[in-house]
């Protein structure tokens, strides 16, 4: 499989103390470990564990997730923020491996 | 035997049905429940303050919003601090838990869950004072989201 895409869309500014609505898709099968292969053999699972936000360093959402979660795992969510500065996503994968993003936004 | 096309209809019917049929076990609500007080705590699920909202009919149980609202300021000692969300007919019960902060603005999230079968979901809120809210929904399912 490719290697996982996030796509965030973020404001780009926002207001002292306003709620802004965040959204994050990411493309991963989220194989769930229950579906067979054409033999009849269990597909192992490999999904995307952990999913969080973090601004500036602080966390400001954080999902544990299950083999429940679709496919791309899509998860929206909300942000009140009182400075500029940047908003880092990171999703953790069964594998160990780790995909992350980061936008600025201008508070002001 | 020679069959006709009605019967012949009606037994791959029969056996495509069988094929489908969960071999593995299935969570129940007794499990759900058991996995719910493990989150709660010594705290009792009261109604209210939480909102779940799904679909009365998902006609594809691999991909089923849902969404989570919470009643908080998110401020001070009225903070939600986590969310989970469970189902009943899944193969395993936990679906997925939020973590909110004080920096979240509002206790509410959105994302897309897959479901087995026609079943309930539920969410439960834990709230930094202990106190733990319950909402649950009804989800039809048309097909389900599970092995395959």
Known sequence: MATPKPRIKVPKTAKVGEVIAIKTLISHDMESGQRKDKEGKLIPRKIINKFSCTFNGQPVFACDIEPAISANPYFEFNARLSESGSLKFTWVDDDGSIYADEHQIEVA | ?148
């Open chain 2, 1 to 148: 035997m020679q069959l006709n096309r009605r019967q012949a209809l009606a037994l791959s019917a029969a056996a495509a049905f069988g094929g489908l049929l969960p071999v593995v076990a299935r969570a129940t609500p007794e499990a759900t429940a058991q996995r719910i007080a493990a989150f709660a705590g010594a705290a009792k699920p009261a109604m209210g303050k939480i909102t779940l909202t799904a679909p009365e009919i998902a006609e594809n149980g691999n991909t089923v919003p849902i969404s989570v609202t919470v009643d908080s300021a998110m401020s001070g000692d009225d903070r939600v601090e986590s969310v989970m969300i469970v189902a009943e007919g899944n193969p395993n019960p936990e679906v997925a838990t939020f973590h909110f902060t004080a920096l979240s603005g509002v206790a509410a999230a959105t994302t897309r869950m897959r479901l087995a079968k026609t079943q309930n979901v539920i969410a439960v809120a834990k709230m930094a004072d202990g106190s733990v809210y319950l909402d649950q929904k009804e989800v039809k399912v048309t097909i389900g989201g599970c092995g395959g």
